[in-house]
């Protein structure tokens, strides 16, 4: 029993012993992986119509991929060329902007669809009677400048009815399509379906469009990258790719959200210009919704012969470029 008692005193002295306290290891700065700083060209000025890339960096989706986004404003032409040797690795470019790429020997490669829609149209105010494309004989057309979407699908507009550039008179005019066709500084301009006819309908001018779908189905806007970056580092394509797709996806389930979100990045959007920019945003909406035959992303061999096609036809290139060369299907739907 002494032994005992002896074992049990022990025991309650150990029990109240302080314990001996183990290290706790906070993670330093130093241990927390750095995002991948990654700036994306996108070929226009701020605007909502950017809406799922500052939804993608608000929601932290770039950032889960280990991408730390900004985005960069400009020409469609100066991103290609960009891109191509490599001072870039990601822009937003239309499918024609692709091929112009391969024809000048430029490694470029679209890996995602985002517009699955055509977005550019030829918008004119309804009294000019220019609704189909012969009505464009002798009329001067505005564009921002003979390069990009707009000039690619004036082109093909004009082809449609047998027409030509020296059929028309073709007038840069920068981004100031809906000021230029309000002024009747111009008879139609080449301009995003969801930017001038929509600022002149808020206006209470009444247009009429010339859609390039209805007359040829191309690739529209996507992600465009290069092949460097393909070969040697696959796992950023992907999370380009996937965060892009999560935050399209996020737009439009959640578009009052989202365009609260794009005000935050483009604060001139909002106040007296709000109303104006939530219609440009809702409009924009469709033209980024999911094909309902194809994986979210993706795009056809057919649609990018008929943009291999056209561009050989209105000579902005000389040779018809492999398709195979064009794009790929590989990064999306994962």
Known sequence: MRRISILLIVLLLAA???????P????????????RPIKLGVGFIPSVQF????????????????????????????????????????????SDQVVLGIAQGLPVRYVYNWYTQYPVTIFAKTEAG??????????????PGPFGATYIALRAILEAAGLSEADITLQSIGF?????VSEDLVDAAADYAVNGPVVLGLEGIETT??????????????LVTNETTIADE?????????????AVAYTLANPDEAFAVSLTFVPEAGGENEAANRAIFDASL?????????????????????????????????????????????????
């Open 51 to 94: 809406a799922p890339f500052y939804v993608g960096i608000a929601q932290g989706f770039y950032a889960e991929e280990g991408i730390d986004l900004s985005l960069d404003y400009g020409f469609e032409n100066d991103y290609l060329k960009l891109v191509g040797t490599g001072d870039m690795q990601f822009m937003v470019g239309s």
């Open 176 to 180: 100031t399509q809906a000021a230029a």
């Open 130 to 143: 220019i609704t189909q494309p012969e009505d464009l004989a002798g009329k001067t057309v505005g564009v």
């Open 209 to 222: 469009q010339i859609e390039l779908d209805e007359y040829l189905q191309i690739p529209a806007n996507g």
């Open 24 to 35: 706790v290891t906070v993670p330093s700065a130093e241990d927390t992986p750095a995002l």
């Open 286 to 334: 469709p033209y980024w919704s999911p094909r309902t035959d194809l994986p979210a992303g993706a795009t056809t061999p057919e649609e990018w012969q008929n943009v291999a096609e056209l561009m050989q036809r209105i000579g902005l290139v000389e040779v018809l470029v492999e398709i195979d060369a064009l794009y790929t299907n590989d990064f999306v739907g994962q």
């Open 16 to 22: 109240c012993a302080p314990m001996t306290s183990q």
């Open 234 to 246: 696959p796992e950023l394509v992907q999370a380009m790719v996937r965060a892009t797709q999560r």
